[in-house]
């Protein structure tokens, strides 16, 4: 572009803002729109860091209350239990994505898998409910909506008021006069964006890479770019204002509102899940083949206790230098932990083909290439969610074998057999808290910077070709505006 056509369209779009400044409309919706954006951003910012600063508080009372507890039976703290806390990403105060749904927590505890719990959605109101107001929605779903209400009478306006023969007479080209109403549009959503972006900029202090920042706020300006370009479209096919609005509104709605849900039923119906009652029954079917790990005396064991006889030389289990039942426990654990695992992929794996599916559909709508692309690079994706349920299973697992180890190193196999036998024998058949010392420290990080740019890859390109294909029309509808 000449720099005499590149000053042709500032002054367009110096022109557009002097319309918008006598607009009362204009001027209140964009009053809104930076509001909105900056309430949400600051009140989610302070919800978060608190849930963060609960959370820690909340790990460090479950630890400590693990490790205060008095001499027991090890298989005691075994059921006892021990929680897991996941403290929020950097950028999850600007988009909490499925954080909010999934739950950050995990209760850990023997012979049993727990999913994660206290998730924000499922303790609020029936207000609540219908939907937060957080950054991430602000800028994906009204965002647009605000941007149509601001340009949606760009170019159709000048073909109403009768101006637009009069500027193309006068040398601007289509192309010119439409690229300065889109400079206008753009300048809008770089005030959108700003407290978004000073926000995002924020989390670096807080241990979050630059790389992950500037992704995330080049993917929301890629994606507002594609609306500005929707708005300049329609301004530019339709001769009334009327009509511009009508179309807009309709491709919001479609969008927007209808095409995400269209896309996660599609992934729902294309990838059937078993239900969780399903789930539970083949579960306990393969369980069940297992043995009881509670009863050392169990058939499913005889092969077990063979072997340990055989190993140390001995006649029979009274005479093996450890506990037999603690033994016993412990290898219940370990195969009761594989086929637990092996269910809980099949369903994570279910999950992640879903979210794929879902995320196809950001070729025919960018509000889903966004919110991929958004809940990637903050880090509460699907992905980051399934590696926070795989380490804390990985942290279960060792925090019950540490007890077993205690049962069948700190206990003796009488002691543990007669345990019911008097108020002094149970006492007898307690280890020392001293032992209680199993608990891993926990810290859930998500994925870094590079890992998770990687990701969003496809939502990126997906953005770009929206970009492409919307430019190609306008140049086509510029060159022929009349």
Not at 118 to 142: E, H, N, Y
Not at 191 to 214: N, R
Not at 374 to 383: L, N
Not at 424 to 449: C, I, M
Request: glycine letters at 6%; a positive charge; proline letters at 3%.
């Amino acid at each position: 572009m000449s720099i005499n056509n590149f000053s042709k369209v500032v002054i367009v779009a110096k022109d557009e803002w002097r319309y918008w400044l006598r607009s009362k409309l204009a001027m209140t919706v964009l009053a809104i729109g930076l509001v909105l954006t900056l309430a949400s951003v600051i009140v989610t910012a302070i919800t978060m860091m608190e849930l963060s600063h609960t959370r820690h508080e909340l790990q460090t009372t479950s630890d400590k209350s693990f490790v205060d507890q008095p001499d027991r039976h090890p298989h005691r703290m075994v059921h006892y239990g021990h929680y897991a806390f996941r403290t929020p990403a950097p950028l999850s105060t600007l988009d909490p994505g499925i954080d909010a749904y999934t739950g950050n927590s995990i209760f850990l505890e023997g012979h049993r898998q727990n999913s994660a719990m206290f998730a924000d959605s499922r303790q609020g109101t029936a207000l609540t409910k219908l939907g937060s107001l957080t950054p991430a929605f602000i800028v994906q779903t009204l965002a647009p909506l605000l941007l149509i209400l601001i340009g949606y009478s760009g170019i159709s306006r000048e073909r109403e008021l009768q101006t637009l023969s009069y500027l193309l007479s006068q040398g601007t080209s289509g192309v010119t006069l439409i690229a300065g109403k889109g400079l206008a549009l753009l300048s809008v959503v770089g005030l959108i964006l700003t407290p978004l972006t000073v926000s995002a900029l924020f989390t670096v202090a807080a241990g979050e890479s630059l790389l992950a920042v500037v992704s995330f706020v080049v993917g929301y300006a890629l994606y507002l770019t594609v609306w500005v370009l929707l708005i300049l479209l329609a301004s530019s096919v339709f001769s009334k204002n009327s009509g511009s609005f009508t179309a807009l509104a309709f491709v919001w709605i479609l969008l927007c509102i209808v095409m995400p849900r269209v896309a996660s039923t599609s992934a729902s119906t294309a990838v059937p899940s078993a239900g969780k009652i399903e789930t539970d029954f083949a579960v306990k079917a393969q369980l069940r083949k297992l043995g009881d790990g509670h009863n050392a005396n169990d058939p499913a064991f005889m092969q077990f206790k063979q072997s340990l006889l055989n190993k140390y030389n001995v006649k029979s289990i009274d005479e093996l230098p450890i506990n037999f039942r603690g033994l016993v426990a412990s290898e219940s654990e370990a195969k009761l932990t594989n086929v637990l695992n092996k269910f809980a992929e099949q369903r994570m794996q279910a999950e992640l083909k879903q979210t794929k599916v879902s995320r196809y559909f950001g070729w025919v709508s960018p509000m889903v290439a966004i919110r991929s692309l958004s809940m990637i690079v903050v880090g509460t994706s699907i992905e980051t969610h399934h590696r926070f349920l795989r380490e804390t299973e990985q942290l279960r697992f060792d925090f019950v074998q540490g007890l077993n180890k205690v049962h069948v190193e700190k206990l003796s196999y009488q002691d543990d057999m007669n345990r019911n036998a008097s108020t002094e024998a149970t006492k007898q058949a307690r280890v020392s808290a001293q032992n209680w010392q199993v608990l891993q420290n926990f810290t859930f990080n998500v994925d870094n910077a590079q890992v998770r740019a990687q990701r969003s890859i496809p939502s990126f390109l997906q953005l770009f070709i929206w970009i492409a294909v919307l430019l190609g029309g306008i140049k086509f509808v510029g060159k022929r505006l009349l």
